[in-house]
């Protein structure tokens, strides 16, 4: 059962133009949420994160978005820049339980199109 | 210098060898995750360990073993590997202290015939 879903595979967009990727979770347990973008022969890198607290959390070209009642999450790039071109995987955990475990989603492959 | 490294960063190995991937970290964190990725599938959480002496099985332990050896590293372990196990392998730190974001180290492409 996959508790978060990434139901785009790919996508593409144009220099210049917005990216939004989007995430969809199934557990109303889960209050933080985190996107990770990847390059190509390396690991994850952090991008943005989002408590459940708030709705939007911004920073520079990339915002999240959260909304709650419909258990969806999306990432906005804006503008795309080719260097954006990558895996973009968005992840949530149940903070709560201090754990912080991570469940991944299966990610988007964004390209950027100069 | 990179903060978390793996090696080795490739391996080709057959089925029924036992194979141990290595972690270590310098960025001073209490955590740490191994993680596979499989096409399709994203991230799936192997082993994670809060310290030295705290172990803990993720979603897909079976067929793994870890050892924390220091603060600093974190091993997996294949007993006897299978070509199921054929994966991208990552290994993780965190902080409690932090955003509770994790960093990832490169990851070992592991091939198992």
């Known amino acids: 059962d996959q508790q978060v879903k990434q139901n785009s595979p790919s996508l593409s967009v144009q220099e210049g133009r917005i990216s939004i990727l989007n995430c969809d979770y199934t557990?109303?347990?889960?209050?933080?949420f985190l996107w990770y973008k990847k390059y190509p022969a390396e690991g994850p890198t952090f991008l943005i994160s989002i408590s459940s607290i708030k709705d939007k959390n911004e920073d520079g070209r990339f915002t999240v978005f959260l909304n709650k009642s419909a258990k969806h999450l999306s990432l906005h790039i804006v503008p795309s820049q080719p260097g954006d071109s990558a895996v973009y995987f968005c992840a949530a955990s149940k903070s709560l339980s201090g754990t912080y475990k991570y469940i991944f989603g299966t990610g988007t492959r964004l390209k950027v199109l100069a | 210098d990179a903060d978390v490294t793996q090696t080795p960063r490739n391996r080709i190995t057959k089925t029924g060898k036992r194979i141990m991937l290595e972690c270590s970290q310098t960025?001073?964190?209490?955590?740490m995750y191994w993680y596979r990725q499989d096409p399709g599938l994203g991230l799936r959480l192997i082993y994670y360990?809060?310290?030295?002496?705290?172990?803990n099985k993720g979603e897909i332990s079976d067929g793994y073993s870890v050892s924390r050896q220091a603060q600093a590293k974190f091993s997996l372990s294949l007993e006897s590997a299978i070509p199921n196990q054929t994966a991208l392998y990552f290994c993780a730190t965190s902080d409690f202290r932090g955003r509770n974001e994790q960093f990832f180290g490169p990851g070992t492409r592991l091939t198992v015939l």
């Open positions: 557990n109303s347990m889960f209050d933080y």
């Open positions: 960025k001073g964190h209490d955590r």
């Open positions: 360990s809060f310290d030295v002496k705290d172990i």
